[in-house]
């Protein structure tokens, strides 16, 4: 029998106890010289719920739009309290006219759009500029021999339905010497696959978007930059809303372009990582050829503001130069038809919600 088991046999049951009692009076000496436990419980303020804001895209997910893509990827509305979600683009109806119903807070137009709402007494306000410049181009296929506006003098345009179309075509072949003469259709098919299919002569383009699809496809154009045959030069596309939303939600427009200006200066220096952020963020099939995303993007990285200037940011000279041109040219209508001559020009821009 080994030595500890003697030792116990021979103590004796007294002892034990002794020694029970005594190791149970230790235990609660150690317990109660133990650190006290906590009995606060520690809150956390529950977040604020996001506010919805609705944006209506003027087309299909491009490169006009990577600045809004970047803000949501990076989570920049939310960090501005924002749920945004992006309507689906629809033919049947315009970004303005959800924006004018209220149907969506805020939308994506045009220059030549903002100026048609406000004479059909559905205004709405131009809240920051996209693109710097208009970079929109008059073209036709290099083969077809037309190598300057006044060359289009008889041909056929095709066009998208627009009242100002007519008034700025034969402007910019006027400029040019020709008489200002051409046929118009309304195209249901692509620019540029009625230029292929020899349907028109010529088409109304964006240089960073068909441009650059024509030069992969193939196509070689000869282009006319609007702004260099007698159009005064004016921003497209912008960001609107509605005169009643601007007074009833300028906090929320505040936050909405702190987040998208954060965006769009994102996508000026860093054109090719915002365009996969475009690829990823977007359906897929939206760009079938990821290497024309790149060109694109590149190219309107270098166009949505100049050096030294703030993204969004409007001038008055802009929005005084084509509106005089399009109302005196009569291609601006109201609701019944007839030609309106004369508008409020400053009243549709704003710049008071593009941070400084």
Known sequence: MK???????????????????????LAQQRGNNAPAQSTTTTTTTPKQPLTT????????PNTNHT????????????????????????SNVTPDVLVSNGKADVGISSTESIVADAAVGQPTVSIAAIVQHNTSAFAALASSGIKRPRDLDGKTYGAFGAPYENAVVSQIIKHDGGKGNFKSITLDIDPLQALQSHRV?????????EGIQAKHEGMQLNMFPVINYGIADYYTPNFIASPAAIKAKPDL???????????????????????QILLQETPKGTFPDPSYLQDSQQYLSEHYADPG??????????????????LKAGGVKDANGKNVTSLDLNSLYTNQFISS
């Not at 965006?263 to 915002?274: D, L, M, P, Q």
């Open 53 to 60: 804001v609705k944006l209506a895209l003027d087309w299909t």
């Open 253 to 275: 427009l505040h936050r909405f372009m702190k987040a998208t200006a954060r965006g769009y200066e994102y996508a000026r220096t860093h054109a090719s990582e915002s365009a």
């Open 3 to 25: 030595a500890r088991t003697r030792l116990l046999l021979s103590i004796g049951i007294p002892l034990l106890v002794v020694l029970v009692v005594v190791g149970l009076y």
């Open 67 to 90: 600045g809004v893509y970047v803000a949501m990827n990076k989570k920049w509305y939310q960090d501005e309290g924002i749920n945004l979600q992006i309507l689906p683009y629809s």
């Open 201 to 209: 002569d010529f088409v109304w383009i964006y240089q960073g978007a």
């Open 309 to 326: 200037r703030r993204w969004g940011l409007q001038d008055a000279a802009a929005w005084h130069g084509y509106p005089e041109f399009i």
